[in-house]
């Protein structure tokens, strides 16, 4: 069964940081995008970033360029988010999502999404 666990979410003052990790289960990294994505109330999941798990593309939306990295531990079965220079309108659920891909580009899951996680919560505040 494919699974994927975030973890790592909690509040955060403006300007700080925190790591996002999303770890698979049920399934390798290789041939799968992985993508980082967030929901606030009242508005449509905006999709952040992704990473092939080939590791071969990375890709960022322009409101985290930057600020946010993706990277993959293929040993690890792990994807993060390492996240910086936080701001308020950073606050959401943060969900990772799978899809499988075999090519190299990451993109693809902006389209579809086979599996979610549950979600974790990212509350940037003082």
């Known amino acids: 069964q494919l699974q994927l666990v975030e973890s790592g979410g909690g509040l955060v003052q403006p300007g700080g940081s925190l790591r996002l990790s999303c770890l698979a289960s049920g399934f390798t990294l290789d041939n799968y995008a992985i993508g980082w994505f967030r929901q606030v109330p009242e508005k449509e999941r905006e999709a952040l970033s992704c990473v092939h798990g080939s590791g071969r593309t990375t890709n960022y939306k322009d409101s985290v360029k930057g600020r946010f990295t993706i990277s993959r531990d293929r040993a690890a079965n792990t994807v993060y988010l390492q996240m910086n220079g936080l701001k308020s309108e950073d606050t959401g659920v943060y969900y990772c999502?799978?899809?499988?891909?075999?090519?190299?580009?990451?993109?693809?899951?902006?389209?579809?999404?086979?599996?979610w996680g549950q979600g974790t919560m990212v509350t940037v505040s003082s």
């Open positions: 999502a799978a899809v499988q891909s075999f090519g190299s580009a990451c993109t693809v899951i902006y389209s579809g999404v086979d599996t």
